[in-house]
Structures are given as structure tokens and as C-alpha cells.
């Protein structure tokens, strides 16, 4: 049997980063909200281990999360981590109250005693505490197995029933030994093999399909992103041609990009793709709109017709796919609200053509597993690794109105920036960059000629995930590089700036 782990969701903010950590392991975790899964559900579930997150609660407050004490004695391992370590101690009769000398926060140091936890960590290290209460009178059949100088009861255990509990996150990076510390629960502890692997999750996978769907006609929304290019590659192994794939070209790619999707898809794996050019379709609804959200709304909309319209074409098809990846499933059935916010990749797609059912294959899967898979499953090191791009595509970056002219100036420019960035390789790499054309034009000069011609800025950022980030340094020599070639090449621009704004206040998109 597949071992698994159970990460309890009590609200912390790192259960992702828990359960990405037991998987780098080799070892298969999911999440689920405290109150979206039953003591009965978990004995069935056969999960080999299970982890408390924290949460951002006191046990004593009436609005804090619990769950039912029995879970403690069902024979199974659990590893309480911050308000998972104060609620074991609640729930086994212990007492947790604030820290006598105040919260803990950031790096601090951590003193071990021996214990299966702590094997192959020092007696010395830095951990990582993020607390206000502590675990101050042990319950029964504990003892107390780490310290720091301001909380003398930083882990616990009761080994006989093997609950153990740790005050600081052994998740985050800034806990030295906290890998070690995940590794020995999870292999001393639970006694776990480690034996889950992406081929695994691969052959798995297509099996699943291949008798699921047998030969039933699937359809899927092909952007040319990771997540959908993970899913068509991944179908057409298991269904071959019954994987019907569109791929609605907006006119609003990058320089090439549409060739580039094409080409993988039907020239490297001979998937059954219809590219639909709808450049003209699109175009035309958003002729004389600047509006930044109304650009957007027309895109989302005209985008379902089009798709719509082809699925016309191929009658009966009983099944869409759909490129699901797992935080998107975590984060839509977070919280105490029992409406779940379905996630669709293409807006609303189930609610206007009517399927049998929908398949989403990667929705157990984090971003970095879906790439890995992607590139077992042979798609190219460019297309698995490209940076983000948003769905409507570079209308939002062409500020004011949209016409053919910015859009082709602003492919040329993109595209040189991009690759003087590959070209120079910065030692800060950043996660998205691209060029915007400005609606602003302004005086320069050319050879003895006054110009009159676009303004083009670029912008860099780096960021963990998107919703802040920092403009990149880059080196000046790219920059310079950049410019040069930009104003150079391109007669139409005349002027290059470099955004230099944070997320927030600016958003990483300009529009
Ligand atoms: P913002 O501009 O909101 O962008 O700071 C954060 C990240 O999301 C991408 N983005 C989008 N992706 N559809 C998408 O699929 C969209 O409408 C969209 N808008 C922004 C953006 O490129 C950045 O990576």
C-alpha cells in the first residue's frame, strides 16, 4: 500500500511548505482542513503518519481550531509542529499558557536532548519559533526533549504512543537541522520507505486513465503553459488520439509562440491539436478599448466562444480536462466556509458546454513535481521551465488601445530583452521579465532627424510566489544591451526605461 501522510491543516501558514517537504522525502502527503475530514475518515484514510501544522490561534480561545482527542490513541505517529504542538499538549491534558518573558520570533537557539527525533542533530542549533503560548505543564506521559533560553519546553514526546511535538518550524529553512528533524519522523518515527516517485505517479496515472476513459472523447484547453502542456502530454500517453486538444491562438502571444506550441505538440508527439487563429476574432472585440479590466472580461469571454464553437465541431465528447495543480485545490478548500470556489483554468468552461465529467490530473501535484513530470514525459526543457504568462496574453501589456502595430513592436522588443537576459545569465535571476509598450510617445533623435516614436519599459522581478515581489537588480551591461538593440533594431522605439517598482505597490503586470 501507498504510505501517506497526513498534514492536518489548522490554519498555519506553511502547510504547503510541510507537505512539499515530506514529499521531498519520497514520501506521498496531503493536506486537509481540520474540519474537512473525520477521526473515522483518517482510520480509513491508512495514513502512516500524521502532522499538526500550526495555526494562528491560542488553544484557549473558543474560536480556535480542535479536533477530536482520540486521534491521539489510534496508533498512529503524529509530529505536532507550533500550534500543533500546543494543541497535542491540550488535547493529551497538558497546559498551555503565554510565555512568561513574551513571544518568540525568528532565529533562536535550540537545545537537544536524545531522542529519535533528534538523532544526527547537534546538541546546538538554530531553530526557527514563531510564538506567543507555550506547552507549560506536560501532560501525562511526556517529557520535555529540546529547550531554548526563553522556552523550556521547545519539543516533547510521549514515545510509547509516539506523539511527538515541536514548538519551532522544522519546515522552514531558517530551522538548521529541520530537514533531518521532518526525515527522522518520517523514517524512524513512522517508519516509512520513501518509495514515492514522479515514474511511479506516471505509470500510475496512465493506467488510470487508459481504463477510466477507455475510449471516450476528452477535450482539453491547450495554452501552451506548464500545467496544460503537463496534462496533454500526460493524456495522450494514456488515450492517445481520443485526447482532442485546442489551442485557441488569440493573436496576443509572444514572438513565435504560437509556432512553438504547435510545433511540440503535433510535431513531437503527433497529439490530435487544432490550433484555432481567432487573432482577427479577438482584435476586432477589442478595437477602442483601454480599459484594463474590460480588455480582460472580453478575453475571458471571447475565449469561451471560440472554444465553444470548436467543441461543436467533434460532437460527443464526454470529458474535459483540465490542468488543476494542487495549491490551487488547497487554497480553494481552505477555511471554515463550506462554499468551495471550483478552480477552472479556462473561466467557467464546465458551466456553459455541458461534459459527463472532468478529469484534473495533476491535482495532487506541486508546481516543481508537475515540471518534473513534464520533463519525464519528454516536453522540452523550454517549455517545462518558461516563466509565467498571463492568460490574456499581451493585451495586457499594450497600454490604451490595442492595434496590430504595438502588438509587433512589442513582440520584437520582448523577445530581444528576453534574450539579452538569457544571454547575460545575471547572478540574480529573476522569475518573470518582459517588455511593455507604453501608450506614451515621445521626442528623440535619430541620425539628424527629430523622431517622435513609442516608449517601451521593461521590467524584472524576482519573487517566491507572485503575490509580492521585488524589481531585479539586473546588471547595467544587460540593460545597456538591451536598450541599444531595442532602439536600434526596432525604428518605431525610441525611448527604453526600466521599471523600478515593487510588488506592491505595482502590480507585476502593468495593466
Ligand atoms: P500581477 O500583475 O497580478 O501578476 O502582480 C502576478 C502573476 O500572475 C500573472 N498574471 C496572470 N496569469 N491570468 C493568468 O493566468 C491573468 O489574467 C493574469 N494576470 C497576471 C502575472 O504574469 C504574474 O506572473
Known sequence: MQEKILVLDFGGQYDQLIARRVREQHVYAEIRAYNRITLDEIKELGYTGIIFTGGPNSVYDPASPHFDPRILDIGIPILGICYGDQLMAYMAGGVVAPADNGSEYGKTKLYVNDNVLFENVPRESVCFMSHTDYVKTLPDGFTVTAFTDNCPCAAMCDTKRGLYGV?????????????????????????????????????GAVEKYRRELGSKKVLLALSGGVDSSVVAALLHRAIGDNLICVFVDHGLLRKDEGDFVENTFR?????????????????????????????????GEEFIRVFEDEAKNFGEVQVLAQGTIYPDVVESGKGDSATIKSHHNVGGLPDIIAFESIVEPLSNLFKDEVREVGEKLGLPK????????????????????????KLELLREADAIFREEIDKSAPSERPNQYFAVMTDLRSVGVKGDARTYGYTVALRAVSTDDFMTAEWTRLPYTALERASSRITNEIGQITRVVYDITSKPPATVEWE
Open 167 to 203: 514548538q519551532f518550524h522544522p519546515e522552514v529553512a531558517h530551522t538548521e537541522y529541520g530537514k533531518t528533524i521532518l526525515k527522522n519522523f518520517l523514517f524512524s518515527v513512522c517508519g516509512c520507505r520513501g518509495d514515492w516517485k514522479m515514474d511511479d505517479f506516471i505509470s
Open 382 to 405: 523550454e517549455l517545462v521551465y518558461r516563466q509565467p504568462f498571463p492568460g490574456p496574453g499581451l493585451a495586457v501589456r499594450v497600454i490604451g488601445e490595442i492595434t496590430k502595430e
Open 267 to 299: 510535431g513531437l508527439f503527433g497529439l490530435n491539436l487544432i490550433r484555432v487563429r481567432a487573432e482577427d476574432r479577438f482584435l476586432s472585440k477589442l478595437s477602442g478599448v483601454t480599459d484594463p479590466e474590460r480588455k480582460r472580461k472580453i478575453i
